[in-house]
């Protein structure tokens, strides 16, 4: 405390705290009077500024279903505010009786202690529209079943979205069914280890923008693209899959890809890949000439529905492909 009172210029104090952790600042500041006189702020001010994350919820009139899932113990830090109101309402859901009055959701979550997102919005049937106005946190660090089962679910603004520490992102659109695009272009994912399931069943998907993913440390793909039967193109060529292992039913169901380069896929550790292309039934050019696969131990049914497709891929799995036609494609 005494260095700091040295500290005469509050824009040098300013620089200090903005370079500390969220966590680190709120336990210096929280309780020290004499450190928020002299900065001249109150907590209330601060927290706005600094610890929101502020979501707002549009949606679906004469639905029945929860809006959002507050785990047990979470309760103090999530405020719920309808359509317009100024003071907080402690409901979670919305019924056919309300018809047309509750349009409009705000929810503010002030500084939580939790680092979980799981499951924060899963099954809740009544969401059309979610728009993330502040994320300012960064130590959230898992985001699996997140938005899973949002079946009416059309658009998601994640232009503010904070990944920077997520290493979970397992069934985070699963089933997302309505969704027709999401803008990952500002999602940092070079901590995620899991994508298993990711966008599976994302039926109405017809574009996705995975330029920006980093999946250096990602160990599972798994059902990641499974059911995503209106992407008509998809671009992998970033993705880094050395450290995967498990690749199966990955691509399961892509009725309507036609070509698909993974020509940079490093397989090296890839063990499970059986199913992976099951049910691509436009699928006519398929680029693998990179893939290793003396470790993979499954690859049953890799093909199968694949009619007339043309596989470019190394000399050692052209001669499985021969031998193991039935296996493979059947």
């Known amino acids: 405390m005494n260095t700091l009172h040295k500290i005469r210029s509050k824009y040098i104090l300013k620089q200090v705290f903005d370079n500390l952790h969220p966590k680190t600042l709120l336990e210096i500041i929280h309780y020290n009077k004499d450190l928020q006189k002299l900065m001249e702020i109150k907590m209330e001010d601060f927290k706005k500024i600094s610890y929101i994350t502020e979501i707002?919820?549009?949606?679906?009139?004469?639905?029945?279903?929860?809006?959002?899932?507050?785990?047990?113990?979470?309760e103090k830090y999530f405020k719920i505010y309808l359509n317009n109101d100024k003071e907080p309402t402690n409901r979670i859901k919305v019924y056919k009786r309300d018809k047309t009055k509750?349009?409009?959701?705000?929810?503010?979550?002030?500084?939580?202690?939790?680092?979980?997102?799981?499951?924060?919005?899963?099954?809740?049937?009544?969401?059309?529209?979610?728009?993330?106005?502040?994320?300012n946190r960064n130590d959230i660090i898992c985001m699996s079943y997140m938005f899973y089962g949002c079946t009416l679910l059309?658009?998601?603004?994640?232009?503010?979205?904070?990944?920077?520490?997520?290493?979970?992102?397992?069934?985070?659109?699963?089933?997302?069914?309505?969704?027709?695009?999401?803008?990952?272009?500002?999602?940092?994912t070079e901590n995620v280890k899991d994508m298993c399931f990711m966008f599976f069943g994302c039926k109405s998907l017809q574009e996705?923008?995975?330029?920006?993913?980093n999946t250096k440390n990602v160990?599972?793909?798994?059902?990641?693209?499974?059911?995503?039967?209106?992407?008509?193109?998809?671009?992998?060529?970033?993705?880094?899959?050395?450290?995967?292992?498990?690749?199966?039913y990955m691509f399961s169901d892509c009725k309507a890809l036609k070509e698909l380069d993974?020509?940079?896929?490093?397989?090296?550790?890839?063990?499970?890949?059986?199913?992976?292309?099951?049910?691509?039934?436009?699928?006519?050019?398929?680029?693998?000439?990179?893939?290793?696969i003396k470790k993979v131990i499954m690859m049953y049914q890799m093909f199968k529905g694949c009619s007339g497709i043309n596989i470019i891929s190394s000399e050692e799995f052209k001669t499985i492909i021969q031998n193991g036609y039935n296996y493979l494609f059947e």
Do not use: P
Not at 66 to 72: A, G, L, P
Not at 118 to 132: A, H, P, S
Not at 269 to 283: I, K, P, V, W
């Open 102 to 135: 509750i349009k409009k959701v705000r929810i503010v979550i002030e500084y939580e202690k939790s680092i979980s997102f799981y499951g924060l919005f899963r099954d809740c049937t009544c969401i059309k529209k979610i728009n993330f106005k502040k994320f």
């Open 262 to 292: 993974l020509s940079n896929f490093r397989t090296n550790n890839l063990e499970y890949m059986d199913n992976m292309f099951n049910g691509c039934t436009s699928l006519k050019k398929l680029d693998i000439s990179n893939f290793n």
């Open 208 to 213: 996705i923008d995975l330029s920006n993913f």
């Open 219 to 248: 160990t599972d793909m798994c059902y990641m693209f499974n059911g995503c039967e209106s992407l008509k193109e998809l671009d992998l060529s970033n993705f880094d899959t050395n450290k995967v292992r498990n690749m199966i």
């Open 154 to 188: 059309k658009e998601i603004n994640m232009s503010k979205f904070n990944t920077d520490s997520v290493t979970n992102m397992n069934r985070m659109f699963y089933a997302c069914t309505s969704l027709e695009e999401i803008n990952l272009s500002k999602f940092n």
């Open 56 to 74: 707002e919820l549009f949606l679906l009139e004469n639905m029945t279903s929860n809006f959002i899932k507050i785990r047990k113990g979470q």
